[in-house]
Every structure is written in C-alpha cells, then in structure tokens.
C-alpha cells in the first residue's frame, strides 16, 4: 500500500536548526511536497523535489533521496513564527497527493 | 500567485440542513479541483477529485449522495454537504494545480464546519 511516515512532533529553539525527516512509499513517484500549516488554516506550498539533492530556499531547504524513499525539510535560523505543522505529501504514478499526518514543529524562546 | 478563494471560513448548522462550500480559482483556471477533510491533529483526507464539466470522483468510503460536488465552471467548484450530522464537522479544505507540477498545489482558506 501507500504510506507516508513523519514524526507526529518537534520541538526546537529559536535560532536554531531542524530537521524534519519524512519518509515514502507509494504507487510509483512523481515528487515530493512540503507544506506548511498553521492551526485554523489552510496548507501553504514550501516546496518541491522530483531529482535526488539538495533545494535550498531561503531559509528552508528540502532534500530528496529517490533510492531511499526519503525526504528531509530542514529550517535554519528558526522563528517563533514557525511553529507550525509541516505536511509531506508523495505524488504518486497517477498524480495523486498521498499525504503524510503532519509533524508539529514547536518553537521554543 | 494563483490563489483560490473559500467561503465560507466557518459555518455553524442544525442536523439535517444543508451546507454549500464554494471554491473560486481568482486568476487561472482550475480544470480540477481537489476537496480534502482534515479532522484535528490528522492529515489531509481527499474526498473527491472534481473535472470541469464532468462528475466528480469519489474516494473509497466517501459517500456521493452525502459530499454533492458541482464543477460547473472553470472558475467554481462547490461542495454541499447534503443532511449534515455532527460527525460531519470537519474542516473541508479544497485545491487546485495551477501551473506544472513544480509550481505545486494552491489551497483555498477552508471551510469549518460545525453540526449541532
């Protein structure tokens, strides 16, 4: 079957760096997305792997290991803003969104 | 950015009344749009895949008669929660692709319902 596994939380310092680790099975593969949610809203688009590597963003990098079914979402210099829950979600063979159950990121002072 | 507009944010009804969500894609056109319910501290569960012009497509479990979904439009797709019970209150929350893959998925702002 299909299946994505991500710790359900996390907690972490201001200032400080982590790393969210998601991992993927699915119906063959067509990406791997990160989202970002606060509670009471909807889902906001952080990024996208479809090629093993490194995708920095700002911030916020992303990294894809195709052979290993396996993602990481890693956020550098954390603000208190960014707590929130953070969604992976598998595109499969028929370009359908299978998504993780979040992990809650807590930001400490 | 390509956004999609929901309303209603949060509506509160009595068992056995209706509800309809609207979904509007502001800037592009949605040939499909995506409708998910998200129970708390639980993941994105799609119920439905709608096709402009064509029926929706049900995911296992989810009652069709129950989830009306209407794409009529390029523009609009809704969801009407038919006869609505408390174990209906959700959060329903709907999507749409707007560009290649890359450019990821767009989220309206969702919609709580509560049935009491």
């Known amino acids: ?109 | 950015g390509a956004v999609v507009s929901q309303h209603p944010s949060w509506v509160i009804c009595k068992s056995g009344t209706s509800v309809k969500i609207e979904c509007r894609s502001l800037d592009f056109q949605a040939t499909t749009m995506f409708w998910y319910r998200q129970f708390p501290k639980q993941s994105l569960m799609l119920m439905a895949t709608s096709n402009e012009g064509s029926k929706a497509t049900y995911e296992q479990g989810v009652e069709k008669d129950k989830f009306l979904i209407n794409h009529a439009s390029l523009t609009l797709s809704t969801l009407t929660v038919t006869s609505a019970h408390p174990e209906d209150s959700s959060f329903y929350i709907c999507s749409a692709r707007f560009g290649e893959v890359v450019d990821g998925y767009t989220f309206g702002s969702g919609t709580r319902l509560t049935v009491v």
């Open chain 1, 1 to 109: 079957g299909q299946n994505i596994d991500q710790p359900t939380e996390m907690t972490a310092t201001e200032g400080a760096i982590v790393q969210i680790n998601c991992t993927y099975q699915t119906s063959g593969f067509n990406g791997l997305f990160w989202y970002q949610q606060h509670a009471g809203e909807a889902p906001t688009f952080l990024s996208y792997n479809v090629l093993d590597g490194l995708e920095e963003k700002g911030r916020f990098s992303s990294f894809l290991s195709r052979s290993k079914g396996y993602s990481y979402l890693l956020l550098k210099e954390l603000q208190m803003k960014d707590s929130a829950s953070y969604l992976c979600a598998a595109m499969d063979s028929n370009y359908q969104l299978i998504w993780g159950a979040g992990t809650k990121l807590i930001i400490k002072p």
